[in-house]
């Protein structure tokens, strides 16, 4: 079972439509991060959010930690094909976990067709 | 930015043969490294961490002895698939954090493995 789970799996859209992503936890945890990895590449960081009920934009990325710091969405406006890839969630500090270490989500796979 | 560098970025081996990767923070000190595994359209596992000059702390159900870790400076951890298989076919990624900010971890590009 997932510690994070993120819905949809997979998306895919057509450019210019918009689209929310979730990742959804029973844990409470300290901060969340989202990634967006490209095929055969790590993932690169787009974001930390850490206060309950935080939102940070990022062009045109919007992230939201949900007040309980449990859930956080990605909500991306006007999609292009440049923003077709791989989308993880990772939360830090939860409830079954000490330390510091990143517990991954199952990802989001999104298709942004031209 | 930081940077963490892996290598090699993919490698083909035979069954039974033991393959390392490395991983180097490039720009800074990483105390604390991670590796992860990532199958096919999944997400990153962790497999385990490990901090300079001491024993690497595994995750539940990862084998130590066929996964060995190397941390033997703070800017050097090797991952060593010994005795590989071709279920060990996967794609690993480490990741660094930094001494002065532990909450920041800067993953490598990955390494494809392929076991025939």
């Known amino acids: 079972t997932q510690l994070l789970e993120q819905s949809p799996q997979f998306l895919s859209i057509q450019e210019g439509e918009n689209l929310t992503v979730y990742c959804n936890s029973s844990s409470v945890f300290s901060s969340l991060q989202w990634y967006r990895q490209e095929p055969g590449e790590g993932p690169v960081l787009l974001v930390t959010?850490?206060?309950?009920?935080e939102v940070k934009k990022l062009k045109r990325l919007t992230f939201q930690f949900g007040d309980a710091r449990k859930d956080s969405s990605l909500h991306i406006t006007a999609a292009q094909p440049g923003d077709t890839g791989l989308y993880l969630c990772?939360?830090?500090?939860?409830?079954?976990?000490?330390?510091?270490?990143?517990?991954f989500g199952g990802g989001t796979r999104l298709m942004v067709k031209p | 930015g930081a940077v963490v560098s892996q290598h090699p970025s993919w490698v083909i081996c035979k069954s039974g043969t033991s393959v390392k990767i490395e991983c180097r923070s490039l720009d800074f000190q990483a105390t604390t490294m991670f590796w992860y595994r990532q199958f096919p359209k999944q997400s990153l596992m962790l497999m385990a961490t490990s901090n300079e000059g001491s024993k690497a702390t595994y995750e539940q159900g990862v084998e130590k002895d066929k996964f060995l870790i190397n941390h033997a400076s703070l800017t050097l951890s090797t991952l060593t698939v010994t005795s590989a298989h071709p279920e060990d076919s996967s794609f690993y990624i480490c990741s660094a954090a930094d001494r002065a900010s532990l909450d920041i971890q800067y993953f490598g590009a990955g390494t494809r493995l392929s076991v025939l």
């Open positions: 990772a939360g830090r500090g939860g409830d079954h976990n000490a330390g510091n270490m990143l517990t």
């Open positions: 959010v850490v206060t309950g009920g």
